[in-house]
C-alpha cells in the first residue's frame, strides 16, 4: 500500500518563514567574468582585485558555503620563477582573508614563460548575521623578489566564476 501527500505550501510553526531544513540550500548567486585581465597586479599579495560577489543570509544560523574557480595567470619578468598567490578575503573592506593558495611556475633559463592554471579556492563561513556578506578575490606576487604580473584571465582569454550558497542549518 502506498500513500501520496500533496500540499501547496509549507509554513514552520514557530516563525512563519518558510521551511528550513538543515543541509538544504536556500539561496544561490553566482557572477562569470570573462574579460581578458579582469585583475593585473605586480605588487605584493593581497591585492584587491574587484571580483566579489554578496550574499544575505537570511537566518543567522545559516553557513556560507563560497566557491571561486579562478583562471589564474603569470606573466612578465625577468625572472626564471614567476609566482603568484590568490586568496579570498571576508567582506572586502576587512583584512581578513581565507583560503590562499600559491602558484608558480619554476623555468630555468627561460624569463619569457607564461603560466596559466585553474585555482579553486573554497571557504565556508559562519556570519551568524542577516546582514550582507561579501567575499572578494585578492592576487599577488609571493614576493617582491618576484617580479612577474599576476592575474585573473590572463594571456587574452579566461573564464573565472564565484558561486556563493546559503545552507541551513
Known sequence: MSSTLYVDSLIEKTSGNG???PGHVIQVVNLVNTTANAANTTADYPVASGFKLSITPSSTSSKILVLFDIHAWLDSGGLD?????????????SNIIVSHKRIGVMATGATNIDHGTQ???TYLDSPNSTSAQEYELVLGR??????????ING????????????IAQ
Request: aromatic letters at 12%.
Open 119 to 121: 585555482v579553486m579556492l
Open 142 to 151: 609571493w614576493a617582491s623578489y618576484y617580479d612577474n604580473n599576476v592575474k
Open 81 to 93: 620563477n614567476k609566482i603568484g598567490k590568490y586568496g579570498i578575503r571576508l567582506n572586502s573592506q
Open 155 to 166: 594571456g587574452g582569454f579566461g573564464h573565472s566564476n564565484i558561486t556563493i550558497m546559503e
Open 19 to 21: 521551511v528550513h531544513i
